[in-house]
């Protein structure tokens, strides 16, 4: 994700930016500020579980990754069913990095996967 200086790289997994591009996010009071998104679409036949799965795995990735997770949804659009996890970061290596400590979790995969039926289709970035 770095290059040789140390400056932000326009390859690798996840975000990409252009040549040029500053690394860090808009600046909010003060703060630089990425937005990180995760959608999934719920199973309406388990609405009740997926919303509740959702608001635990919010927490369960926080706590991974040291991170808060905002969990919405979309109320009054084509996409109500639609659940989407956000986090705020100063630097794009924040996500990477707590990419890096989800991917490494086990347990935490192992119960995504468990609870697999509960949503349809893949996540989304």
């Known amino acids: 994700m770095f290059d040789e200086n140390n400056h932000l790289s326009t390859e690798g997994l996840g975000a990409t930016l252009p040549p040029g591009a500053p690394s860090s996010g808009a600046r909010i009071g003060g703060l630089s500020v990425y937005l990180f ?3 999934r679409r ?4 388990q609405a009740r579980a997926a919303v509740a799965l959702a608001m635990e795995a919010a927490q369960r990735a926080g706590d991974i990754t040291g991170i808060p997770i905002q969990l919405w949804t979309p109320v009054m659009s084509g996409d109500m069913n639609v659940m989407v996890w956000t986090g705020n970061g100063e630097h794009l290596v924040d996500f990477e990095v ?3 400590k989800l991917a490494e979790s086990n347990d935490f995969n192992d ?3 468990q609870n697999d039926s509960l949503y349809q289709g893949p996540f989304e970035d």
Request: charged residues 25%.
């Open 111 to 113: 119960w995504i996967e």
């Open 37 to 39: 998104a995760r959608t």
């Open 98 to 100: 707590a990419g890096d």
């Open 42 to 45: 719920i199973n309406p036949a």
